[in-house]
């Protein structure tokens, strides 16, 4: 009768060990949130996740009804001061190019913020009522690759605002 009873604990214990493994593949870090750290072996076969935030190059393109250039500037480098991020903006009196390097999870998530950046900006920093015409988004890898390969436009101007 022991050997029943003993193999039913071993059993139970098993059983419950691989329940505490799944519930800690599930909950990843529920470890370090109730105080204790675990570190574990990477491994042969590991990647890094792809939901990690990445850096993403991205160039913004607007236009519109011809502005005072003063106007424009004095708008382009509120926004500059506002978002330090901004690397370069080009302007003219009716089109202006805004080049930054955003920290995003992929692609679709550059591109959203790209996307609201002027919009969202306008008002604060009274930039002109344009529409944005362009946008190109690449990941780091490739921004740096087109400037050994010397295809793509490098920086055209020492960072900060500069009219075309």
Do not use: N
């Amino acid at each position: 009768m022991s050997g029943t009873s003993e193999t039913s604990e071993t059993s139970e214990t098993s059983e419950r060990c691989v329940k505490e493994d799944v519930v800690r593949r599930v909950r990843p870090g529920a470890a370090a949130s109730r105080g204790g750290l675990t570190s574990v072996a990477a491994g042969a076969g590991y990647e890094e996740p792809r939901d990690l935030p990445r850096l993403w190059h991205v160039t913004l393109s607007v236009s519109g009804a011809q502005a005072p250039l003063k106007e424009v500037r004095r708008g382009l480098e509120q926004l500059a001061h506002d978002h330090p991020f901004l690397l370069t903006s080009r302007y003219a009196g009716d089109h202006a190019e805004i080049r930054y390097w955003e920290e995003a999870r992929d692609l679709h998530d550059a591109a959203a913020v790209a996307l609201r950046l002027w919009g969202e900006h306008r008002q604060s920093a009274r930039l002109p009522p344009w529409e944005i015409v362009g946008l190109e988004v690449i990941d780091r890898e490739t921004y740096h690759q087109r400037l050994a390969e010397g295809y793509g436009a490098p920086p055209a101007t020492p960072v900060g605002v500069h009219p075309f």
